[in-house]
């Protein structure tokens, strides 16, 4: 069996890091960021938070990804610090809904923008109808992405790097470029002074809190935060194909330094020219894209909305355009590295023993393909969506405990190889554990359906370690 090699430079590092960062979500969430807060000011508070909480994570990490560069990141970190089981549940959950969801949601979202210019590409025009189950063209183009990434990440390494590359590079670009052309316009047209005075203002939260505003907009924040956050993750995917990384131990913390600071201020500055583009609140019956506002900007398409005072009608194009390629290359960062993950899961025993395999282009190609399977299931069931909102608050969970970690192994092993040491430890890693807590939190109290989905998702990884661990001790017995 041939091992993984270390191809991949501080460069494609920075790549993965950014290119799996941005998908969407950018364009699309500060909609219901504004509904939620009414306030612009919070509205970019929140990504400024944002950006803070997932940089802090990202230096913490790079002292885990020094001392352990190896394929499964994440993984092997949880393994090493609180053993099997804990690793397991992580991994059952990012292969369930994590990884998998976040694919099938991203390959359905580059659909969708094929259908701006491809309409038979319509969620409305359905392939195959049985009863309530329905499966539309856009699922089925959601589908045909995920397996052609995946095909041609399985011929190997040098496939997946070109294209993380050339799409990741493509969209950076796109987006500065965006965000230069919106500050030149969007200076003249005045809404930023009038958007950027406007207080905070939700009536539910104000009643849920008795009117206490502080807490209202503490309460509000850490549910606005959560489109943010979504935005902001999959900067962790880069820690799983450690073992195709060039010098880990520099080049991973690093990569995850730039790639997170570089992503964050292109976030902030794409936010602040959507405010000074477009009035920040309008109204839902409104005929114009000025008179909708960013709260009700049409299928919460924020970026083509922005765009409309400095392209006019073609916007709507030029940002599916941007979409379609920044989905694609965001695709194509998370299926490399997600069999990564998988295919480390396996060596330990705990997943499918055939996932362990390195074809003949040294990739875990069949690790590929059973996420590719899941991930196809997922888009097709079109219940990814709401398995995406209970697994937030999981995913904030995982980034806690593993954070976590970082002090647990400073005790245990003192005297371990760390190459790379936490910046700021242990202020910075504690008050990620602290921020990432209190939004945890936050969500147990205004979402606890979805929150207790997560928990419920995560419960179940527990029978499935047990089934593997009893199916890896049967097999040696029989041995």
Not at 140 to 158: D, M, P, W
Not at 163 to 188: E, M, N, P
Not at 228 to 234: E, G, N, R, V
Not at 262 to 267: P, S
């Amino acid at each position: 069996m041939s091992e993984l090699k270390r191809s991949l430079n501080l460069f494609d590092t920075i790549m993965l890091v950014s290119g799996s960062m941005i998908g969407s979500g950018v364009f699309i969430v500060a909609a219901d960021m504004t509904r939620v807060l009414g306030s612009p000011f919070w509205v970019l508070m929140c990504w400024v938070i944002s950006g803070i909480i997932t940089l802090f994570a990202a230096l913490s990490y790079g002292e885990l990804a020094g001392m352990m560069p190896e394929a499964g990141g994440q993984f092997i970190y949880l393994k090493r610090a609180y053993g099997k089981l804990t690793s397991f549940v992580y991994g059952w959950t990012v292969f369930t809904v994590i990884q998998t969801g976040v694919i099938a949601a991203v390959a359905v979202a580059f659909a969708r923008y094929v259908g701006v210019f491809i309409p038979f590409f319509d969620e409305s025009n359905s392939v195959v109808t049985i009863n309530q189950f329905s499966i539309s063209t856009t699922q089925l183009l959601g589908v045909v992405s995920i397996v052609f990434l995946t095909y041609l990440n399985s011929l190997g390494i040098n496939n997946g790097r070109i294209i993380q590359r050339i799409f990741t590079s493509t969209k950076l670009l796109a987006l500065f470029g965006l965000i230069i052309l919106g500050f030149a316009v969007g200076y003249k047209s005045g809404y930023w002074q009038t958007n950027i005075e406007l207080p905070f203002k939700n009536e539910t939260f104000a009643t849920k809190q008795n009117g206490f505003s502080a807490i209202a907009l503490m309460s509000a924040m850490g549910v606005a935060l959560i489109g943010s956050l979504f935005s902001s993750d999959a900067w962790n995917n880069v820690t799983f194909i450690a073992g195709e990384i060039k010098e880990p131990q520099k080049n991973i913390p690093i990569g995850l330094l730039v790639g997170v600071l570089l992503v964050t201020v292109l976030y902030i500055l794409a936010n602040i020219a959507y405010f000074m583009l477009l009035p920040a609140l309008g109204s839902p019956d409104a005929q114009t894209v000025i008179g909708k506002g960013i709260e009700y900007a049409q299928n919460d398409r924020v970026g083509s909305a922005a765009m409309y005072p400095v392209f006019g009608d073609v916007s709507s194009y030029i940002m599916a355009l941007l979409i379609v390629i920044s989905t694609f290359g965001c695709n194509n960062g998370l299926i490399l590295s997600g069999a990564r993950l998988f295919q480390a899961m396996a060596n330990e025993g705990l997943f499918f023993k055939s996932a362990s395999h390195i074809n003949k282009f040294d990739v875990p190609s069949k690790a590929l393909w059973f996420q590719a399977f899941w991930s196809s299931v997922l888009c097709l069931s079109g219940s990814y969506g709401s398995l995406l909102d209970y697994c937030t608050f999981a995913s904030l969970l995982f980034y806690i405990v593993t954070i976590s970690a970082l002090f647990y192994l400073r005790k245990k092993e003192p005297d371990a190889p760390r190459p790379y040491k936490a910046f700021g430890y242990p202020i910075i890693p504690a008050l990620y554990i602290l921020l990432a807590g209190a939004i945890c939190l936050d969500l147990l109290i205004y979402k606890p359906q979805n929150t207790f989905l997560g928990l419920v998702i995560i419960a179940l990884g527990l029978p499935v370690y047990y089934f593997f661990n009893k199916s890896k001790n049967a097999s040696k017995f029989s041995e």
